[in-house]
């Protein structure tokens, strides 16, 4: 059977660039940086699972014989680069800035495509591993925020294996998830000192309570029953026995109400 699949790719995309036959208005991103896109509903709902999702489930509605959608969560520049890969299969990925590649694979995922989700993280691993390195701190929020980001959960769960003690010097390190903490703070082969762990320890559990004051002599026994049960599965982890006693009193002491009751 001979194909002509790359004349295709090209006509699909003339009717894109030139707003040919459009009967859908998509308005993306926020001001100041805000684009009303002219699409074609057949195409989206064919080749998108969330468009499919939302034409056929009446999310979109219709005015004057064009479908109109206001998508604020992604940038016009984004969404340019997913109508060209929709309407073409075409995408290009060397020339995107690495921070665009972040911004275009949550798109992705927000948009439920799946393949180039899988085909962007593996361009990132293999062509710009350097950089998810270099930017771990910035990235590792929205690497684990996302379930479909498995291959680069796994790159980033593999860096922290090869270095957990540069990690508990990490102004993010409430970021992470609880079962990475926990990892961390039960291995015994990094050689940090148990109450830098504790400090660290206490510190991710505050900064998960923003409403939490800073100054613990102001905490009301609320405050402590919060802070608890958020390091329930962390402080059993803790060798306390291996803190000095002048470490022990200044930095643990002061939160023995969050402690079990032996210590």
Known sequence: MDTF?????KDLNKILKN???YDFLITIGEEPDIKTFKVHSAILCARCPYFQVALSNNWIKKENDKFTFTKPNIFPKTFNVILIHLYGGIIDLNEQESSDLI?????????????????????I???RLVW????F????????QHLTFDRLQKIFTEMIYENPKDLFKLETLSELPEDIILFLISR???????VQIWEQIIKWGILKYPHLDPDITYWTIKDFETLKNRLR??????????????EFKEKVVPFKKILPGKL
């Not at 015994?188 to 148990?194: A, G, H, Q, S």
């Open 5 to 9: 699949l790359l004349t295709l790719s």
């Open 19 to 21: 707003e040919l036959c």
């Open 103 to 123: 911004l275009l694979l949550e798109a992705s995922d927000e948009l439920c495509l799946s393949e180039l989700c899988e085909h962007i993280q593996d361009f």
């Open 125 to 127: 691993i293999t062509k």
């Open 132 to 135: 998810l390195r270099e930017n």
């Open 137 to 144: 701190l910035s990235l590792a929020k929205i690497v684990y």
């Open 188 to 194: 015994d082969d990094f050689f940090i000192r148990e």
């Open 233 to 246: 599965k962390s402080i059993p982890l803790i060798r306390f026995y291996q803190m000095s006693s002048k």
